[in-house]
């Protein structure tokens, strides 16, 4: 079973519908054994790191989440849930994260041409960095759409795909059974659903 942590934070319906697409059995769920013990775990998240990671903590599923990933369980972290995985976050100040990735979330204005908006919001093609498994159906100029403000940095040793807006930026990450997409999936159309599928056959 494939559990979508559910902390008050995420578009958890659209992501159960994708499993459900692709014919995957995956449930929404707010009960941290039943996370702990579930087969792979996704950590959904939208809105501003702090919050999301308060939520996820006073909830009691920060430790079912991360006990499970250092026991060898796949998980998958989508846009908020991605930056989740590292060690820290700088949006509005300098709050923790899990700590299961090396590196920062860090905004991308500054980095980025002033001329470009932020938020990206949008298509954008994919370029591949690294082999996991987890983009075996994934090509070289996919198109994903994003939607963030800060990204990933000083990840190197987890970095799997970039995008291009203005700057490289981080677009996912993998560390064995840890990983995280910046963009989303579930909104990605065929390429979103196929990175789907190759987690579920992790």
């Known amino acids: 079973m494939i559990a ?12 159960k519908s994708s499993f459900a697409m692709i014919g995957a059995e995956a449930k929404v769920s707010a009960d941290a054994a039943e996370i702990a013990g579930a087969d792979k775990i996704i950590l959904p998240g939208v809105g501003a790191f702090e919050d999301a ?12 989440v991360v006990g499970a990933a250092r026991a060898g ?4 972290g989508i846009c908020l849930g991605m930056q989740l995985l590292f060690e820290k976050s700088f949006e509005f100040g300098e709050h923790e994260g899990l700590g299961l990735l090396r590196g920062k979330v860090v905004p991308m204005r500054g980095v980025i041409p002033d001329d470009l908006k932020v938020p990206q919001i949008g298509w954008n093609a994919l370029h591949i960095r690294a082999k996991h498994p987890l983009l075996k159906n994934t090509r070289e100029g996919n198109h994903v759409y994003f939607v963030h403000s800060y990204y990933a940095a000083d990840c190197d040793d987890s970095l799997l795909a970039t995008t291009e807006y203005g700057a490289e930026l981080t677009a996912a990450v993998a560390k064995d059974n840890v990983m995280g997409c910046q963009f989303h999936p579930e909104k990605s159309g065929e390429v979103g ?10």
């Open 73 to 76: 369980t796949p998980l998958l």
């Open 53 to 64: 990671a308060r939520k996820l903590r006073n909830s009691g599923l920060a430790d079912a």
């Open 4 to 15: 979508i942590v559910d902390y008050g934070v995420g578009n958890l319906f659209s992501l």
């Open 193 to 202: 659903l196929d990175i789907l599928r190759a987690f579920c056959e992790l």
